[in-house]
């Protein structure tokens, strides 16, 4: 069974000053991990994802995250917070079992970021 | 190209009712995924179609049904509608079983409120 965990429910930051937003997997396969990020009353939009290439990954907006397998983490970091970036994140953790065809989706409880001027 | 789009946006209905859900994926994508994300519970997988089947169900009960037609466009239906339905439905879609290496798109979301 896969699961996410999501460190912090919430994280205070400053304009300008780095984010970084915590998340620890666990899965039992091979796992595709993805940061989203959800705008009040807004729908989910794709940050990034790791699927089994390169261990850093560049998103949108200045995001990145880095794979550490050995760690079961994948925390998003972004250099310098602007206060757009005010929102709630998630990670999400995804198995495809490809004998069976069956896929699955874990989302974490989500981090909100709170960006102060 | 246009993206996952979900309606309507938003919708009331009466403990008891019936509701409809629509979400048209993304051109190209075959699997739509159906999730619900109710205040304090985060985001909960409901359903989960590709070429027409139903491919995996999450924890709810039966009266949490939908289905996916020929354009591989999907319909959520929720029967006899209870206070604590009231959430955020969210509608997302990938490719054929392609989803963990290509990413999941989702649409903005119908906000149920059930009153």
């Known amino acids: 069974a896969q699961s996410v965990t999501q460190l912090d429910s919430h994280v205070s930051v400053s304009e300008g000053t780095p984010v970084l937003l915590r998340c620890n997997y666990s899965s039992s396969y091979s796992p595709s991990l993805f940061w989203y990020v959800q705008h009040p009353n807004k729908g989910l939009q794709l940050l990034l994802k790791y699927t089994s290439a390169a261990t850093l990954v560049k998103g949108i907006n200045g995001f990145e995250a880095e794979f550490k397998k050995s760690e079961t983490s994948f925390h998003l970091t972004k250099p310098s917070a602007h206060m757009s970036d005010a929102a709630e994140y998630f990670c999400?953790?995804?198995?495809?079992?490809?004998?069976?065809?069956?896929?699955?989706?874990?989302f974490g409880k989500g981090t909100m970021l709170l960006v102060s001027p | 190209e246009a993206g996952v789009t979900q309606s309507p946006t938003h919708l009331i209905k009466t403990r008891g009712q019936q509701a409809t859900l629509r979400c048209s994926p993304i051109?190209?994508?075959?699997?739509v995924y159906w999730y619900q994300q109710a205040l304090g519970l985060g985001l909960q997988f409901l359903l989960w179609?590709?070429?027409?089947?139903?491919?995996n169900r999450g924890n709810f009960p039966p009266r949490f049904s939908g289905r996916q037609f020929p354009n591989y466009s999907s319909e959520l239906n929720v029967n006899a509608l209870e206070l604590e339905d009231s959430a955020l439905y969210l509608c997302?879609?990938?490719?054929?079983?392609?989803?963990?290496?290509?990413?999941?798109?989702f649409g903005s979301g119908t906000r149920l409120t059930v009153v």
């Open positions: 051109s190209g994508h075959t699997s």
């Open positions: 999400v953790v995804s198995d495809i079992w490809v004998n069976s065809g069956y896929s699955t989706l874990t």
């Open positions: 179609y590709d070429e027409g089947e139903e491919r």
């Open positions: 997302a879609s990938s490719l054929a079983l392609g989803g963990p290496n290509y990413g999941y798109t």
